[in-house]
């Protein structure tokens, strides 16, 4: 193994920011900064909600400029989203938003062809509304050549070469999680052509050399390789969990809550489709089992009909409110779409014979309790479902900087909380890079390497865990 120390460019976009972070690797040492950060802003057409995909593909030339010689570039992203390419390798449009709403209803419509336990048994996807499937069956395909994936897209920009990367490909209900490969059959029925699809790509693999136009336009001297990394940023950010052994749990927090468990087989019964449970394909061989929760988006969206106060105060304030007097159902498809958030979230508690929440500091408590009850819940099943035992749950991601949220977590269940690495998906997608040369070893070594150098911090349970019980009955029965 290499002793020398080298650095890697980590293009990590959200759903509402993005960033190029410098990760710099030694057999012992793993630092991180940020070079760059830009806003990710959806744009509403006459057509519907869009990426600005090229706004984003300016933010990664301009991140890799202030960058700085690098040894490698890996992008993750958020799922399911694509862009349509023509036969002379041109976009079509920029991709459809997963929040529009060209999606509605075309679920049933599927179902009537193959039958939701059906595709369950064959993808072991979750159902959501947006899944790439859906997109599919919905999307008018006339003159599409290829289909690439949102990160494929960017690295084919830098490149000029198409692949698809497996962990992201599995959050598009057309891949078996036990072969790891396509599912011909599901495609067949429904009439999707697998052709749009460039190669499958492994996380490690070489994605190609930075084009010569994109050396002139960043700076950078080269050859400059691109690395297939765990180009889901879920898949980056879990990579990043700074666990020993296989009895944890992890929530990756964020605009989504994604909390569930590492596997090594997906959980393929009717009964986890009934609890909206997915299986996403991870690094080595693993499986992502996991639920999708609203996450903070749903403050982020009262936080912007407030008009943006101090949200350290604001949370200051909720930790004064009262534990669970209101609770909401924080995977309530009610809550996906954008604007008047605290409206709606009254409106649950109204509906359900609760105290309506006012203030924005009761509004804020209603939405950490409702999260930490959701993250106690996906914990709980997930553990029976996969019959898994969980010792400790693993926080990362933005809401590590949230310590009400994660010690709400940690009440909720019964269990320790670590909180940490915040920039999960970048140091995931950084340590793909470093193994894919030779300074990380596997994956436990790369987690080892996590937990020796970046700051974590621990939450012990409090408070009598039966008020967590009731508050969960009382939705339940709402």
């Not at 605009?255 to 009717?270: F, K, M, N, Q, R």
């Not at 014979?353 to 959701?374: F, K, M, N």
């Not at 933005?398 to 709400?408: I, K, Y």
């Not at 977590?409 to 320790?416: M, N, Q, R, V």
Request: hydrophobic fraction near 40%; include cysteine.
């Amino acid at each position: 193994m290499s002793g020398s120390v080298k650095s890697y460019a980590a293009v990590d976009l959200g759903a509402s920011s993005g960033r190029v972070m410098v990760g710099r690797v030694g057999p012992d040492s793993l630092e991180l900064t940020e070079a760059h950060r830009f806003v990710n802003r959806p744009v509403r057409l006459p057509e519907g909600l869009r990426w600005d995909i090229l706004s984003l593909y300016g933010g990664v030339l301009d991140g890799l400029r202030a960058a700085g010689q690098v040894d490698s570039v890996g992008i993750d992203s958020w799922a399911v989203d694509y862009g349509l390419l023509d036969a002379d390798g041109r976009l079509l449009g920029n991709p459809v938003h997963y929040r529009d709403s060209r999606t509605e209803g075309v679920a049933e419509k599927v179902w009537a062809t193959v039958p939701a336990p059906e595709l369950y048994a064959a993808t072991g996807l979750q159902y959501a509304p947006f899944n790439t499937l859906y997109q599919l069956v919905a999307d008018q395909l006339a003159g599409a050549e290829r289909l690439l994936l949102v990160p494929d897209l960017l690295t084919y920009w830098l490149t000029g070469e198409q692949g698809t990367e497996l962990t992201n490909a599995s959050t598009t209900q057309l891949i078996d999680p036990r072969t790891r490969g396509w599912s011909y059959d599901i495609a067949s029925r429904l009439g999707i052509d697998l052709e749009l699809f460039a190669p499958l790509r492994q996380p490690g693999d070489p994605a190609g050399l930075l084009r010569p136009e994109v050396l002139e336009e960043t700076g950078l001297r080269g050859p400059v390789p691109v690395t297939a990394v765990g180009s889901h940023d879920t898949a980056s950010a879990v990579a990043a969990v700074p666990a020993s052994g296989e009895r944890f749990a992890y929530i990756c927090t964020g605009t989504w809550s994604l909390a569930g468990l590492e596997l090594d087989a997906p959980v393929l019964t009717e009964e986890s489709r009934a609890a909206n449970f997915t299986n996403e394909l991870g690094l080595d061989g693993t499986v992502r089992y996991l639920r999708n929760i609203m996450g903070l988006w749903l403050l982020q969206e009262c936080v912007r009909a407030w008009g943006d106060p101090d949200l350290g105060e604001l949370l200051l304030e909720a930790a004064k409110v009262p534990a669970l007097r209101s609770v909401v159902d924080a995977g309530d498809a009610r809550f996906l779409a954008p604007g008047r958030m605290p409206e709606r979230i009254a409106e649950a508690c109204r509906t359900s014979g609760q105290p309506v929440p006012e203030t924005p500091a009761e509004v804020t408590r209603c939405i950490l309790d409702s999260l930490a009850l959701a993250h106690r819940k996906a914990v709980e099943e997930a553990r029976r479902l996969a019959d898994h035992p969980v010792d400790v749950v693993h926080v990362v991601g933005g809401g590590t900087r949230n310590a009400l949220l994660c010690q709400l977590t940690a009440d909720a269940c019964g269990l320790p909380v670590v909180a940490g690495p915040t920039e999960a998906a970048a140091l995931g997608n950084v340590l793909v890079q470093a193994r894919a040369h030779g300074l990380v070893g596997d994956l436990a070594g790369g987690r080892e390497l996590l937990t020796r150098t970046q700051p974590l911090t621990r939450y012990e349970p409090q408070g009598d865990p039966a008020r967590w019980h009731e508050a969960q009955a009382r939705l339940a029965g709402s």
